[in-house]
């Protein structure tokens, strides 16, 4: 192949997207495929253990997975600058950049494979389109954003808000099991009404629930869970994190 460098790495990341893509969507198939199977009476407990699945998997990622993946990352790119200077095709170059990318497309397929079993196809479909537009806008701001703003501090804010949806999903996967396994309704000890905040059969009320872990029926036990969350991820991983920073200042 005679490509330009330009083409070939253009190539190498549609390939990699577009099978990122297929990833996320024989995800969802699959998932269209076991709902069949799975009964009304078990679908809520394994719902409830897929969320809390998620929040522990979401934390380990971003804090083990990803700094690995951040230290290859740096030694790839080095390696990306050397061979642009060349001008004949590299089937390494090539390789690398479809890997990179489909790595990151098997972390959405891991992620999104709970949410899978409980929509139809055509609903998971189009959420991850329009997700995959939204990640494009955002992708465009964080690179905007890094030209004016400390790149520090941006990957520090989406750190905290990852760590949010975390709480957010175990939280949510706890209440689930305790009720529908247990009859406990934690939204009736302590509870916090806020019936200001939209019904969570709303849009918006379905994010805040989703993604925060706030509803109209919170609690100081609700609140708890996420607080214990908090604290754990903050003793094992953001406290020795700052302690290396203390250490290893640049």
């Given at each position: 192949?005679?490509?330009?460098?330009?083409?070939?790495?253009?190539?190498?990341?549609?390939?990699?997207?577009?099978?990122?893509?297929?990833?996320?969507?024989?995800?969802?198939?699959?998932?269209?495929?076991?709902?069949?199977?799975?009964?009304?009476?078990?679908?809520?407990?394994?719902?409830?253990?897929?969320?809390?699945?998620?929040?522990?998997?979401?934390?380990?990622?971003?804090?083990?997975?990803?700094?690995?993946?951040?230290?290859?990352?740096?030694?790839?790119?080095?390696?990306?600058?050397?061979?642009?200077?060349?001008?004949?095709?590299?089937?390494?170059?090539?390789?690398?950049?479809?890997?990179?990318?489909?790595?990151?497309?098997?972390?959405?397929?891991?992620?999104?494979?709970?949410?899978?079993?409980?929509?139809?196809?055509?609903?998971?479909?189009?959420?991850?389109?329009?997700?995959?537009?939204?990640?494009?806008?955002?992708?465009?701001?964080?690179?905007?954003?890094?030209?004016?703003?400390?790149?520090?501090?941006?990957?520090?804010?989406?750190?905290?808000?990852?760590?949010?949806?975390?709480?957010?999903?175990?939280?949510?996967?706890?209440?689930?099991?305790?009720?529908?396994?247990?009859?406990?309704?934690?939204?009736?000890?302590?509870?916090?009404?806020?019936?200001?905040?939209?019904?969570?059969?709303?849009?918006?009320?379905?994010?805040?629930?989703?993604?925060?872990?706030?509803?109209?029926?919170?609690?100081?036990?609700?609140?708890?869970?996420?607080?214990?969350?908090?604290?754990?991820?903050?003793?094992?991983?953001?406290k020795k994190k700052r302690s290396q920073i203390n250490i290893n200042p640049k």
């Amino acid at each position: 192949l005679n490509l330009k460098k330009e083409s070939e790495i253009s190539l190498a990341s549609i390939i990699g997207l577009l099978t990122s893509l297929l990833m996320a969507t024989g995800t969802y198939f699959y998932g269209n495929q076991v709902r069949g199977i799975l009964t009304e009476k078990n679908t809520e407990l394994l719902e409830s253990y897929l969320m809390i699945f998620s929040g522990i998997f979401i934390t380990y990622v971003i804090f083990s997975l990803h700094e690995v993946i951040n230290k290859s990352r740096t030694g790839t790119l080095i390696k990306l600058k050397q061979k642009l200077n060349k001008k004949v095709f590299d089937f390494s170059l090539f390789s690398m950049i479809v890997f990179l990318i489909l790595r990151e497309g098997f972390e959405i397929a891991l992620f999104t494979a709970s949410t899978s079993l409980f929509s139809v196809f055509i609903q998971n479909f189009i959420g991850l389109m329009l997700g995959f537009f939204v990640a494009s806008i955002l992708g465009l701001m964080t690179f905007f954003a890094y030209i004016k703003f400390s790149i520090s501090k941006i990957f520090r804010f989406t750190e905290y808000m990852i760590i949010v949806l975390g709480a957010a999903l175990i939280q949510n996967g706890i209440t689930e099991l305790l009720e529908h396994n247990f009859d406990i309704n934690l939204s009736k000890i302590l509870s916090i009404p806020l019936n200001f905040l939209p019904h969570k059969s709303t849009v918006i009320g379905h994010m805040l629930k989703s993604f925060l872990g706030i509803s109209r029926e919170f609690s100081f036990s609700k609140l708890a869970i996420m607080g214990v969350y908090f604290l754990i991820v903050y003793l094992l991983f953001l406290k020795k994190k700052r302690s290396q920073i203390n250490i290893n200042p640049k």
